[in-house]
């Protein structure tokens, strides 16, 4: 009954309003002015009431529109892990004259989360929010609160999505690249040529002679040229095996995209083996993981 009656309240984008504190306090002092003025016959101070409360219906109209012309263009939320931050961006396609001073919330299937450090720009506002969960999540409906323009009314309105996104699983602190059941080479430096003193270098063949090295021409009146060292290029292999049970599966799951993670920072390449298919693709295997 509770989602019913949430659902209904946010099935078109209207404007909702209620008094602050300071709206609240100001709309009852207008109502004793205007029990005085009418106990007492003072016309002056009728006169007084009419007019502020004039202006308050001008603030109630001007907060009102001040959401009313509110229309969003895009929503992007960027993939990211759970429990870290990730970035989202709503773009305007109307918006009112800045300052905006709006609390940004996003509702999916799997909760509500507020858009946090908000920075807006002339059309866009951006901001970070933080999932806990891995999964692919549904935004539903994007919610915008605030009291501006003037204080007195707080109102917000909510405007429908239909949004995806993919969230990893959580990054460990510490990456693990020797885990047994994985295949992780180590950097080591081969010699190409030669033997003793004349490691690293070949024959020359009449070609880059900016390579000579003239110091074994002055010793030996042969002409060789460096050939420098080969890097032996490490890699890691992962088979894709998780535990059934959920506890254990999750902890799996992290140690598989930390790994990989940091392999694509120490540009180690990698490959993850997922049903016989083998994919070398970050982002292809953080999807994996993330859908399982």
Not at 140 to 160: A, M, R, S
Request: charged share 25%.
């Amino acid at each position: 009954m509770k989602k019913w009656i949430r659902k209904q309240f946010r099935k078109k984008p209207r404007v909702y309003i209620v008094p602050t504190k300071m709206g609240g306090y100001l709309n009852g002092l207008i109502f004793l002015m205007f029990l005085m003025a009418v106990g007492y016959s003072n016309n002056l101070l009728l006169i007084f009431t009419i007019f502020l409360f004039s202006f308050n219906l001008i603030w109630l109209i001007q907060s009102h529109f001040h959401l009313y012309r509110l229309k969003p263009d895009n929503v992007v939320i960027s993939a990211g892990h759970a429990g870290s931050k990730v970035n989202a961006r709503v773009f305007w396609k109307t918006a009112p004259k800045r300052p905006w001073s709006w609390q940004i919330q996003l509702e999916s299937d799997r909760g509500d989360f507020a858009l946090g450090d908000l920075k807006d720009g002339d059309s866009c506002s951006e901001g970070e929010l933080s999932p806990d969960k891995r999964g692919v999540y549904k935004w539903e409906y994007l919610h915008v609160k605030t009291d501006n323009p003037f204080g007195l009314y707080q109102l917000w309105i909510y405007y429908p999505l239909n949004l995806t996104s993919l969230v990893y699983p959580t990054l460990l602190p510490v990456a693990d690249l020797s885990l047994s059941g994985n295949s992780l080479e180590g950097d080591s430096f081969l010699d190409k040529k030669g033997a003793d003193e004349f490691r690293g270098l070949g024959a020359y063949d009449n070609d880059e002679s900016r390579k000579i090295s003239w110091k074994h021409y002055a010793r030996s009146g042969e002409l060789l040229i460096k050939e420098g060292e080969e890097k032996t290029t490490p890699v890691l292999e992962l088979e894709f095996r998780p535990p059934t049970e959920l506890a254990l599966k999750e902890h799996y799951l992290s140690t598989l995209a930390t790994q990989m993670v940091e392999c694509q920072k120490q540009n180690i390449p990698f490959s993850l083996r997922v049903n016989g298919q083998e994919s070398g693709q970050l982002r292809d295997c953080l999807k994996v993981l993330a859908l399982c």
